[in-house]
């Protein structure tokens, strides 16, 4: 049976009722037992052969919950602060602050944007955007006379023009960089591979009068968030 | 104390040294990730989180003007961190309240059933309780799941004596296996019966 001990200056910050034993117990599954812990241990062992069964139980508990923080922290091991250098201030860390689904979010903003604002958007100019290499344009919609011209990126894949997004991005000062990748579900094929759903996340730099002028309504998982906006200069009682 | 890599590294990141800091990520990001599990809410993801911290960490460890603090100036980070997603989180979880007050929370992580054994559910548990601790129990406990870390590495991030750290853990595992053992009589409703 498990007795409280009154421990030396060494252990004085023990308290309520810990027993020795639970004390050598957490040092031999931690690895921290000296081999006098262990030859104190083996004689209350001696004394309760359920000391052993208690040992085994608290080092089988450990292993368990071990593995399962490793398994979850292990998503740690993606991310870099090398990749962050560049970007430490200024909208990353605004981003960064507001979570990943913000950047997300802004991207979808700023394709959907680029088809409002029509050709210039799209238009890709400059040494470093892929249309250097001539994508072939075509017209979309609108009545007779409204026809927009806009590039047809068909003929590449998308990677392509992807990266060539990024680069004309960063040349025009609007994309400021690229965070990992979420993962978002993967189901398998019959052919033993797997299909993996996973959202791109671009940092941009937007500059806007009003916070609510980007019109972020949900984050990727469409749950609706708030924009704040400032209080108009006015009392509570007057805004009521 | 700290490891001569360790202290290199701490100095050349309060230099400004992006190398240094990089490499003192990479010490430091494993607990700095148990810390941020312990305290963050359960649908904040952990990936966000750590983000952040690297973030601040880039940005600001050159403003630590003692490169030995920067342990528990990441242990503050994290927890700060934590915390500060789990407001936002309120805040984002009023716009999906149910009207009578109470909030949706969103699922945990933890919870979603997985495909695996016995041992995988017992772990799944084991954190589940091990999170609901009071935080000074918490905490070395989430850290000492962490392999290789030591009592004094421990004690050093949460700027305790070595003897509290061994004493919290103690009560922390009591607590769990009195939990565990709550949760098993629970759900063994006959066994109980047949005990009584």
Redesign the interface.
Known sequence: MNTSISFNN???????G?TRE??LI??VT?G?ASPNDWAELQRLARQDAGVLERLA??QR??A??????????A????????A??RE??GV??RI??L???AAAAALGVMWWTGMQQGPQSLQPNGSSNVAQHGPPAGTVGGEEGEAQTIPVFDNYDPDTVYSGYLRSGMKHDRVVGV??D?FINYRANDDGTFEVLIVRQIVERRQVNRLNQLDLQADELG????VKEPMPARGRRDAM | MHSPDERRFATGAVLGD?DA??A???VH??W???IL?AYKPRDV????L???V??????DVHRLKDPGALRPWLRAVAINAAR??GR?RK??SQ??STGDGRILDGPD??SIPGEGDG??E???R??EI?RALPAEYREP??L????GL??RQIADALEL?I??V??R???A??M??EA?SEATTEHSPGLAEDKS
């Open positions: 060494d252990d004085n910050a023990f308290e309520d810990l639970e004390i957490g040092r931690d921290e139980e608290a508990m450990h368990a919950l071990e593995q399962t923080v490793e398994d979850r922290i998503i740690c091991e993606l991310i870099e602060a090398r962050l250098h430490s201030s990353l860390m960064g602050t979570g990943g689904w965070m990992p979420k749950n609706p968030f708030l | 992006q800091i990089t003192l990520w990479r990001r494993r700095i990730a148990a599990l993801e952990l990936e966000d750590l983000q952040e690297a973030v601040k960490m880039v940005r500060t997603a936002r805040v984002r716009v999906v992580e933890a041992s995988r017992e772990g799944r084991l954190l091990a406990l989430m000492r799941a962490i392999r030591s009592y004596p003897t509290t061994e004493t853990l103690a009560r595992r009591r769990v296996r565990m």
